[in-house]
């Protein structure tokens, strides 16, 4: 059903005898001015909905000559449904145009379209996700041809629109059955969308207007980055086809796992090993950590499993302000090789300490506790 009963040539605003390519440029002009990606007009997508119904019967010979006598109802009759023989908006003015309602090839490549982007990964240690660090990393990425200044034309030549495609970038073929009119549209084969051929394809990049070279990305990776983040680098990716705009380069970071420490967002975890006497008797503790070596003290009587907490000594966030925290956990060594008179001292010991001399100082850390707290 149509989408309007307004008079088709009014909503143009061309007259009844217009020509074919008065119809065109009318269309064009009001399709820009509408369309939904460019207008601020709040029924913008109505109004251009209705422009290109308008545009689809007056630019059919058939179609228009049937309107110029019955008007809409000799179109109903007929079984025309706006639009019913293409898949978007945008299809309707490239079946006519050869081009999108913005101006770049429909279904074909842009006169001056964007590059690629590169993809490339880097391995890097704890320390440096800790502090940050800047690496070079090689890639092969599309530049601009110097010798033709990515025009793609040796020098002194040009382009000329393209015979097969008259310009649009695409080629169609029209059919028509039972069930009405269809339209199968394709890249042009000839130009590849561009809707242009090269005089004289320039001898070192053969037309591209690019050249593929082996080069050095120098990447500033922020600290406390996480392991399998992605860092984008704009416009550092493959030159865009013919001058166009530069993609984009995404370096995967991958962070080597340190034996010493489990990450956990910006905390970490550790361990340092005490032996029984010292964890008896109390002691400081040497403690790893990626600013540099820490002094922790051992309480007496501290337990196997015991955790410290050391405030702001974990990674960086990448947010700012603030840093994770350091988990220690106490590994109390037990001896494995005792001498006659080691075995008799701690015997001895065993016999004048008693049982109370194991007691928990706060009955909630016994052990039980401890090991709930050991398997979360």
């Known amino acids: 059903m149509a989408t309007t009963e307004r008079d088709y040539y009014e909503i143009l605003g061309v007259g009844r005898g217009a020509s074919e390519a008065e119809i065109k440029k009318a269309f064009r002009r009001l399709a820009r001015e509408l369309h939904p990606d460019v207008s601020t007009t709040p029924d913008a997508e109505r109004r251009f909905r209705e422009v290109a119904e308008a545009f689809e019967v007056l630019s059919d010979p058939e179609r228009r000559a049937t309107y110029d006598r019955y008007g809409h109802a000799g179109l109903r009759t007929g079984g025309f449904q706006p639009f019913a023989d293409f898949g978007s908006i945008a299809d309707v003015f490239a079946a006519f145009f050869g081009e999108d309602l913005l101006g770049g090839a429909a279904g074909g490549r842009s006169r001056s379209g964007r590059g690629g982007d590169v993809q490339a990964v880097v391995e890097i240690d704890l320390q440096q996700a800790f502090t940050g660090t800047t690496l070079t990393v090689a890639a092969d990425v599309a530049t601009p041809c110097e010798r033709c200044g990515a025009s793609g034309a040796e020098a002194g030549t040009g382009t000329r629109r393209c015979p097969t495609c008259g310009g649009g970038g695409v080629v169609r073929r029209v059919s028509q059955n039972v069930f009405g009119q269809f339209v199968q549209q394709r890249t042009c084969p000839d130009c590849e969308g561009v809707g242009e051929t090269l005089e004289s394809p320039c001898a070192a990049c053969g037309g591209d207007g690019r050249l593929v070279r082996s ?45 010493r420490f489990l990450r956990d967002g910006d905390d970490l975890h550790t361990a340092v090993r005490v032996t029984m006497t010292e964890a008896a008797l109390g002691t400081t503790a040497h ?51 005792l001498s006659e008179e080691q075995r008799r001292v701690l015997e001895d010991f065993a016999r004048e300490a008693g049982p109370e001399a194991y007691e928990p100082k706060d009955e909630d850390e016994g052990f039980f506790r401890r090991l709930k707290s050991a398997l979360r």
């Open 215 to 259: 080069g050095p990305l120098e990447l500033e990776i922020p600290a406390g980055i996480q392991h399998g983040q992605r860092i984008r680098m704009r416009g550092r990716g493959h030159a865009g086809f013919r001058g166009g705009l530069a993609g984009d380069a995404f370096v995967v970071v991958h962070v080597r796992s340190d034996p």
């Open 287 to 337: 403690v790893p950590a990626p600013g540099g070596e820490l002094e922790l003290r051992v309480e007496p009587g501290s337990q196997p499993g015991d955790v410290r907490v050391v405030q702001g000594r974990g990674m960086p966030s990448l947010q700012g302000g603030r840093r994770g925290d350091l988990y220690v956990r106490l590994d109390v060594a037990v001896p494995t090789s």
